[in-house]
């Protein structure tokens, strides 16, 4: 058995590499022994972010409200339906991009001795989730990718080869969308090599 210690949530807003403001969460479940079994991390934005998107989109709805009249006046003669039509692909076309591309949250859950749990969930509540079991990880680490005018850090999990196949090492990563700095992944990477193997982290190891 074991239990969760709501008071020991650590809540930090934080800036990822865009400079936009996230929620950083970090919780975690101890056993009798105080020894941690669950930790689970998780990022969103803030709620001017969201406020950001909303408003995006209500702006989006009100231009295709305002332009359709316009080509309704010009293709009244041919297609009397044309306003109707178009105004539900505008609906659809925002709920499409509610439901597929803008995320709400992004958690990483790590369970001791056992895997890690990809969740992503959606601003309309749909979850994506992904379970990699411990012994399919060779490991993890911060990995970077060089841009024209930047450098950007994100943490994968690098998962092991199949000894019957040719296929290279798979990586999986992590926050991809949320995009926390250095400072953030570093912690986050140094709590899942402690909780999952435990083993301390030191920076000097982040870098991959």
């Not at 305002?66 to 044309?82: G, K, T």
């Not at 399919?136 to 911060?142: K, T, Y």
């Not at 992590?174 to 992944?185: A, E, G, K, Q």
Request: glycine share 4%; aromatic share 10%; with cysteine.
């Amino acid at each position: 058995m074991y239990t969760c210690n709501e008071s020991l949530l650590v809540k930090q807003v934080r800036n990822n590499i865009n400079g936009g403001k996230v929620i950083f969460k970090d919780r975690y479940c101890a056993g009798p022994d105080n020894e941690t079994l669950v930790t689970e991390l998780s990022i969103q934005p803030t709620n001017d972010s969201v406020l950001g998107s909303i408003t995006l989109i209500m702006l989006i709805i009100v231009m295709a409200l305002i332009a359709l009249p316009c080509f309704y006046s010009i293709w009244i003669i041919q297609n009397q339906m044309f306003t109707y039509i178009g105004f539900i692909l505008v609906m659809l076309s925002c709920l499409i991009y509610l439901h597929f591309f803008n995320i709400k949250k992004e958690i990483l859950t790590i369970i001791r001795c056992t895997g890690v749990q990809l969740t992503t969930i959606y601003a309309t509540g749909r979850k994506q989730i992904q379970f990699v079991d411990v012994h399919n990880i060779e490991n993890i680490v911060i990995n970077e990718a060089v841009s024209m005018h930047k450098i950007i850090y994100y943490l994968a999990i690098i998962l092991r080869r199949h000894p019957k196949t040719e296929q290279d090492h798979i990586i999986i990563p992590v926050f991809l969308h949320s995009m926390p700095r250095l400072d953030t992944l570093t912690d986050i990477y140094q709590t899942i090599h402690e909780c999952l193997w435990k083993e301390p982290a030191t920076i000097n190891d982040t870098r991959t």
